[in-house]
């Protein structure tokens, strides 16, 4: 056992594509013993793990970006390159590649694998999600496999821990150093003459991507941009078919021999329900009517919980008022604190009914089909496939949306698709919706549904038209190719259903208890500060109320007055939620000779215009101040987001600009088209 | 000055420091840290 546990650490690199179950294998391997950084320079995430090997030997586990591909254009995957080939000083070079196959997809994986065979580096591959594929009838020969593609391929189901014997005890194996292998002439001796000539040591892989996408893709030296075009037009046409369709001719034979399908009866009816899912008149009208449903039962389902919670923080207030020493301190904790953070938390239920629905949606394999249907509408506007997750992303926060861009390998297409993504309809959105909703659409949670899902439709529509101007001005490139995997139907697991709604009720309370309570203390401050003599005048001559009389003028034409003005500017300095929690502290505070008990949106309604003496939050007002928070970029967060993953505070800058003027010119109509001024 | 209104301008100035420093902090490394999504990047 000494001398095991002597011996260096076992240096393993994971690579896959993405849904191949790669994640879920590290996590088992390495369990809490993990990392999680960057890679210096680059916005691309490091994962590294470690664990003890059967012998007791240490083993250190690199973490790989998902990739389809090793054609390093993407930074995801150059860093894959750089990895496998040993080229960052700060990973050590691998001892040993596992490749994750998606048993599924096996065709698609194993065109990463014949890439990384390509490299020469020594490789084992797991073919995982193994029992799913056989449940879908898909008998895998892996004896027949390892053979055909010259590596040991293994049986894996790293969900169970299936397999993960035979792969440890293959780890420790001895290993040989795969020769590479190579490309079909003449692209095989262009490499070699091109890789004298190429610093760095490149693999035949970037050589051979250089050879295809011409010397002015990223990434490429310049001073060999003139070798690469003459070796190009030596090898003739056929280049993209002698490199890349020489790869799938080589898996499809794999393929057969070592694949076998069975149940045709059920992969054909699996085939009906995805032309109905994905065809643009049934799939549209599917998925209108299922997110039409999803939101119903949203208003539905949630409003008892929320009445419920709505009186639980009204009674806590009413209580902290009543039994607490009357102060400055007291009203602080009732007006501030529980009025801010309250009118957050009601939202709640909402935030976990959207999520249980959307989970299950997602986990059932519809949503991909779903989002498939967005395909033609990207590709007329620029965008590829590649933005799907992304957009999907930011329907839950604009945040992660924006990190997730980093799957776009052109530079100009990933910045369209930064800039748009905040337009989709994050989570944050829905309590302003709410609020707003229930104060001026009076009628059935169906009606409800219909306005909530016209915001979410033109936050879509928005980030499509803008993404088009986009792409045809400024941001002008080739769109990239794309391969949509379509994961298989399945009923929705309770445990990961389970385990994504206690994460997000986590955050949600956690931002709740954090950034929100935070900005509800300050904004009382600002509201109480300085004392006026005459209560009465205490909010309109307060810092807060005077900075909302500054900004009136630019917003009275929307409809909007000083009160709804200190809210935008709230919000415009942390976020969009903040919106709701200012307008209780603020109609908390001045509560004047209201019910000071009373729920926000009733407040809201009962507010009269000092000038008509008619309802201040009339129809045009609240529709006017909802299509604002479509277009408008009232985050904190994603601002300085996108400033880190553009690499510039230029085109953050430029997309809180047009975001912003977007924003104001069309609650100007909508407000005047709906009746207003 | 009263001691209910020290406590609540001695809670304010605290949060204001602490907002500050979130503030700054999040120049540097953003991601929210409050968003209720950030698991939902599934980098597989």
């Given amino acids: 056992?000494?001398?095991?546990?002597?011996?260096?650490?076992?240096?393993?690199?994971?690579?896959?594509?993405?849904?191949?179950?790669?994640?879920?294998?590290?996590?088992?391997?390495?369990?809490?013993?993990?990392?999680?950084?960057?890679?210096?320079?680059?916005?691309?995430?490091?994962?590294?793990?470690?664990?003890?090997?059967?012998?007791?030997?240490?083993?250190?586990?690199?973490?790989?970006?998902?990739?389809?591909?090793?054609?390093?254009?993407?930074?995801?995957?150059?860093?894959?390159?750089?990895?496998?080939?040993?080229?960052?000083?700060?990973?050590?070079?691998?001892?040993?590649?596992?490749?994750?196959?998606?048993?599924?997809?096996?065709?698609?994986?194993?065109?990463?694998?014949?890439?990384?065979?390509?490299?020469?580096?020594?490789?084992?591959?797991?073919?995982?999600?193994?029992?799913?594929?056989?449940?879908?009838?898909?008998?895998?020969?892996?004896?027949?496999?390892?053979?055909?593609?010259?590596?040991?391929?293994?049986?894996?189901?790293?969900?169970?821990?299936?397999?993960?014997?035979?792969?440890?005890?293959?780890?420790?194996?001895?290993?040989?150093?795969?020769?590479?292998?190579?490309?079909?002439?003449?692209?095989?001796?262009?490499?070699?003459?091109?890789?004298?000539?190429?610093?760095?040591?490149?693999?035949?892989?970037?050589?051979?991507?250089?050879?295809?996408?011409?010397?002015?893709?990223?990434?490429?030296?310049?001073?060999?941009?003139?070798?690469?075009?003459?070796?190009?037009?030596?090898?003739?046409?056929?280049?993209?078919?002698?490199?890349?369709?020489?790869?799938?001719?080589?898996?499809?034979?794999?393929?057969?021999?070592?694949?076998?399908?069975?149940?045709?009866?059920?992969?054909?009816?699996?085939?009906?329900?995805?032309?109905?899912?994905?065809?643009?008149?049934?799939?549209?009208?599917?998925?209108?009517?299922?997110?039409?449903?999803?939101?119903?039962?949203?208003?539905?389902?949630?409003?008892?919980?929320?009445?419920?919670?709505?009186?639980?923080?009204?009674?806590?207030?009413?209580?902290?008022?009543?039994?607490?020493?009357?102060?400055?301190?007291?009203?602080?904790?009732?007006?501030?604190?529980?009025?801010?953070?309250?009118?957050?938390?009601?939202?709640?239920?909402?935030?976990?009914?959207?999520?249980?629905?959307?989970?299950?949606?997602?986990?059932?394999?519809?949503?991909?089909?779903?989002v498939l249907l967005l395909d033609k509408p990207l590709s007329l506007v620029g965008l590829s496939g590649r933005g799907f997750v992304p957009l999907l992303g930011s329907m839950a926060c604009a945040v992660p949306g924006v990190m997730a861009t980093r799957v776009i390998p052109d530079a100009r297409e990933r910045l369209a698709t930064i800039l748009v993504a905040p337009l989709m309809t994050c989570s944050a959105r829905l309590p302003v919706y709410t609020v707003l909703i229930g104060t001026v659409i009076v009628g059935s949670a169906a009606t409800q549904a219909f306005v909530l899902l016209g915001l979410y439709m033109l936050g879509l529509a928005s980030a499509l038209a803008v993404a088009l101007v986009l792409r045809r001005t400024t941001l002008r490139s080739r769109r990239t190719d794309f391969v949509v995997e379509l994961p298989p139907y399945r009923w929705p697991s309770l445990r990961t259903t389970g385990m994504q709604l206690w994460q997000r009720t986590k955050m949600f309370l956690k931002r709740a208890g954090t950034v929100i309570l935070g900005i509800s203390i300050l904004l009382w401050f600002l509201t109480n500060f300085p004392k006026s003599p005459e209560p009465a005048h205490q909010l309109e001559r307060s810092v807060a109320g005077r900075a909302g009389k500054l900004v009136e003028p630019a917003i009275r034409p929307l409809g909007y007055d000083w009160k709804i003005g200190i809210g935008l500017l709230t919000s415009f300095f942390s976020a969009r939620e903040v919106f709701v929690s200012s307008m209780s502290t603020i109609y908390s505070v001045d509560a004047g000779e209201g019910d000071p008990e009373a729920s926000l949106a009733r407040r809201l309604r009962e507010e009269r215009d000092p000038g008509t003496g008619g309802p201040r939050w009339t129809r045009p007002v609240g529709l006017s101040l909802m299509v604002f928070y479509v277009f408008a970029m009232l985050c904190s967060s994603t601002v300085v987001t996108v400033a880190r993953e553009s690499a510039s505070w230029r085109w953050a800058l430029v997309q809180v600009g047009f975001m912003s003027a977007l924003a104001y010119v069309a609650a100007f109509v909508t407000y005047r088209v709906a009746g207003g001024g | 000055m009263d001691v209910q209104t020290t406590a609540a301008l001695a809670v304010v100035a605290i949060t204001a420091c602490w907002l500050a420093v979130r503030a700054f902090r999040g120049l540097r490394r953003p991601g929210c840290g409050a968003c209720a999504c950030a698991p939902a990047v599934k980098r597989d």
């Fill in chain 1, 1 to 370: 056992m000494t001398t095991a546990t002597a011996a260096p650490p076992l240096t393993i690199a994971l690579i896959g594509n993405p849904n191949s179950g790669k994640s879920t294998l590290f996590n088992r391997l390495t369990g809490l013993r993990q990392r999680v950084g960057n890679y210096p320079g680059v916005t691309v995430e490091r994962r590294v793990g470690r664990f003890a090997l059967a012998s007791g030997r240490d083993a250190t586990i690199v973490d790989l970006p998902g990739v389809r591909s090793l054609a390093p254009r993407s930074p995801d995957e150059r860093i894959a390159v750089d990895v496998l080939l040993g080229r960052r000083a700060d990973v050590a070079a691998p001892d040993v590649v596992v490749v994750v196959l998606n048993a599924l997809h096996l065709e698609v994986s194993l065109y990463l694998l014949q890439q990384v065979r390509e490299l020469g580096v020594p490789v084992l591959a797991c073919a995982n999600v193994a029992d799913e594929a056989e449940r879908k009838g898909i008998r895998i020969d892996y004896e027949s496999l390892s053979g055909a593609m010259g590596v040991p391929v293994l049986r894996t189901v790293a969900t169970r821990g299936e397999g993960f014997d035979e792969l440890m005890r293959h780890l420790e194996a001895p290993r040989k150093r795969f020769p590479p292998t190579p490309l079909p002439e003449p692209v095989h001796s262009a490499c070699e003459r091109l890789r004298r000539e190429w610093p760095g040591n490149p693999g035949d892989v970037e050589i051979a991507d250089a050879l295809i996408e011409g010397p002015d893709a990223d990434g490429i030296p310049a001073s060999l941009a003139a070798r690469i075009s003459e070796e190009s037009d030596k090898i003739g046409p056929d280049l993209r078919d002698l490199i890349v369709g020489s790869r799938h001719r080589r898996i499809a034979a794999v393929c057969a021999l070592a694949v076998k399908r069975e149940t045709r009866e059920a992969r054909g009816s699996i085939r009906l329900m995805d032309r109905v899912f994905t065809n643009p008149v049934s799939g549209t009208a599917i998925f209108l009517a299922v997110m039409l449903l999803i939101f119903w039962g949203m208003f539905s389902a949630s409003a008892i919980p929320m009445n419920a919670i709505e009186s639980g923080i009204e009674s806590l207030k009413h209580w902290t008022a009543v039994r607490l020493p009357q102060g400055m301190f007291t009203d602080l904790l009732a007006d501030g604190v529980i009025a801010g953070v309250g009118a957050v938390v009601v939202f709640l239920p909402q935030i976990i009914l959207l999520f249980l629905f959307l989970g299950i949606l997602e986990d059932s394999g519809y949503l991909s089909r779903a």
